[in-house]
């Protein structure tokens, strides 16, 4: 069974950078159907995309985020990353990592982690 | 990119049928068959219910269905239980991804 973890700060700084890391379990990042994606949603609010990623390092972001993100993959740790930078507290969400194919969209999500911009 | 527009709330009884609809643009919703509907309980991941606009996951109740019209998506679930009180967001992923901005499904 796919599962997906994600890690990393539950709280970040203003004006800092917000790192996040995926890993994935049962089952391989490098697989040719799929891309990998971070979702985040704001506390009680809804769902935002910030970007996805393929094996090979092809990326696609959000343009409303895109001159803040980096995400990279790690196919030796089975692993994908966020990095997102200048953050404000607007940027405080529970972010998730998840799996996407065009055939089933996001159809394996992460628990999510919390991260809250605070000083 | 927008958001897709989804009606704040719905709410329905017990054994009755709810339809969210979920209004996009000719540039998603209306140009792909690339549509898919979330699930959300509190404090929980999304689950999918729907991809490719109709089309059910293995597991997924076939109470749960998807149709388009136009730039507009709509799930209906039919023969509403509690357990489907919920947020439920539709997504447009045609390249780039957007979501709907959620709506509350309340079961009377």
């Known amino acids: 069974q796919l599962q997906l973890q994600e890690s990393g700060p539950g709280l970040v700084k203003p004006s800092e950078t917000l790192s996040l890391t995926c890993t994935v379990s049962?089952?391989?990042?490098?697989?040719?159907?799929?891309?990998w994606g971070w979702i985040r949603q704001p506390p009680g609010k809804g769902l935002e995309w910030i970007g996805s990623?393929?094996?090979?390092?092809?990326?696609y972001y959000n343009p409303s985020l895109k001159s803040r993100v980096t995400i990279s993959v790690d196919t030796s740790k089975n692993q994908f990353s966020l990095k997102l930078s200048s953050v404000t507290a607007a940027d405080t969400a529970v972010y998730y990592c998840?799996?996407?194919?065009?055939?089933?969209?996001?159809?394996?999500w992460g628990q999510g982690t919390l991260v809250t911009v605070s000083s | 990119q927008s958001a897709l527009t989804q009606p704040a709330s719905v709410s329905g009884s017990p054994g009755q049928s709810i339809t969210i609809s979920c209004t996009g643009t000719?540039?998603?919703?209306?140009?792909?068959?690339?549509v898919s509907w979330y699930q959300q309980h509190p404090g929980k991941a999304p689950k999918l219910m729907i991809y490719?606009?109709?089309k059910r996951p293995s597991g997924v109740s076939n109470r749960f269905s998807g149709s388009k019209s136009g730039n507009t998506a709509s799930l209906t679930i039919s023969g509403l239980q509690a357990e489907d009180e919920a947020d439920y967001y539709c997504?447009?992923?045609?390249?780039?991804?957007?979501f709907g901005g959620g709506t509350k499904l309340t079961v009377l």
């Open positions: 998840a799996r996407l194919a065009v055939t089933q969209p996001f159809d394996y």
């Open positions: 049962g089952g391989s990042i490098s697989s040719s159907s799929y891309y």
């Open positions: 990623i393929y094996y090979s390092g092809s990326t």
């Open positions: 000719s540039s998603d919703v209306g140009s792909y068959n690339l």
């Open positions: 490719e606009v109709s």
């Open positions: 997504c447009s992923y045609a390249g780039s991804v957007v």
